[in-house]
């Protein structure tokens, strides 16, 4: 999934050290991880719905936990980081991940759900810490008028593991759900495997020399304004709502893509989930094109024109049958690769100071990963597909919205 820069690096604050590719390189490790670790959470809900016989609310309870962190330690997080640096809020968020992982194995041993979506729980708690840290720290790993391009290759490697991973889960997890060991151990050693790789990860951050960049004049900077004053901009305001329905979309295609593409195509779930792979390649491809559309084209008519077209691909799918149905679902990720940049970006326009509190709560508002796909849960236990897949389509709605009208500041002429 997209990243969120949660801190403006304060002016005159760049890393002239010219010894920082070893940083990059840990930052594009942390990209690929980050987007491994949240996409294969689209391959524990249908695994888990089937292990334990949950309801599809149920096992949407997976992402709810998982980004119900970001509703709740986005803003401690930035406070944490603001006080011990960014290469340590790196490492400890790397360390915390990886406990979290690790508690995966005590999970499968009681073979307890609840345990499982702790151990979640636990492990999201490690990836706010790290996006908290990470996104403004690449800011200023180099010249400044390349920090653009270094933010979209490092995020083209998040895209790489947001890809990797429902293949690595069809592989390694879906494919073991007729077993007789059960839902538990068919994902311990998986997660056995990455919270090593995490702590490794850690370790080898911890020793590395990284170029040093703290964040105090910015938090001095959020001290010295009220924060209630935050909410007098409108396209901030509505831009939080735009971050919250998009994340909430994007993940609840990505959640129950599997199950849909299973019961609409009647194959087993490891064979659906190598298309979630193609949902979220998508993304990588998207970002390349628009790197290039955005030179020339407004990015409010990009956003627009994007989320026009995923509300047409969803209301084309859930019209359809078969490979029409199915494709024109996965289609969907191609058009969601910039959106949220350009929600961000709209949202902060104009904020000057206030920017640095705008990005804790539009961090905030990823929350509606948690939020959408368990609604959109609840909908398919009581209706169909074509209903549930009305709740995505009604967030995209609302952005072509945000793209036509609502980025707008109170002060801005209609242009």
Known sequence: MALLPHQNIPTGQTVSDRHYTPALIALAVLYFMMGFITCLNDTLVPFFKAGFTLSYAESALVQFYFFLTYAL??????????????????????????????????????????????????????????????????????????????????????????????????HFILSRLGDSGGASDAVSTPYLGIGLTLLVIALVLARLAL???????????????????IFSFRNLNLGTIGIFVYVGAEVAIGTFLTNYIADT????????????????????????IGAVLLRWIKPQ??????????????????QSTGQVAVWTMVSVGLFNSVMFAIIFSL?????????????????SAIVGGAVIPYL??????????????????????????????GYRTTTSPLK
């Open 73 to 170: 330690f986005s803003i401690p997080a930035g406070r944490m980081v603001e006080k011990v640096g960014y290469k340590r809020g790196m490492v400890f968020g790397f360390a915390v991940a990886g406990v979290g992982a690790f508690l995966f194995y005590p999970a499968s041993i009681w073979h307890e759900y609840s345990l499982f979506l702790a151990a979640l729980f636990v492990l999201a708690i490690g990836i706010v810490l790290l996006q908290v840290a990470a996104n403004p720290y690449i800011t200023v790993l180099g010249p400044p008028e390349t920090a653009s391009s270094r933010l979209t290759l490092i995020q083209g490697v998040g895209s790489l593991g947001t890809t990797t991973a429902p293949l690595f889960g069809a």
């Open 265 to 288: 195509l009647l194959i087993d779930e490891h064979q659906a989930n190598n298309y979630v792979a193609l949902y979220w390649g998508g993304m990588l491809v998207g970002r390349l």
């Open 211 to 229: 170029p040093k960049v703290t964040a105090a004049d910015d938090a001095q900077q959020d001290r010295d304004q009220p924060s209630r004053r």
């Open 376 to 405: 959109q849960g609840l909908l398919k236990d009581e209706f169909t597909w074509t209903i549930a897949f009305m709740l995505p389509l009604c967030c995209y709605v609302y952005l072509v919205f945000y793209g036509l009208h």
């Open 301 to 318: 008519r990009v956003l627009a024109g994007t989320a026009t077209m995923a509300l047409l691909l969803i209301l084309t799918a859930i």
């Open 347 to 363: 949202a902060v326009k104009g904020l000057g100071k206030y920017t640095t509190q705008a990005s804790g709560l539009l961090s």
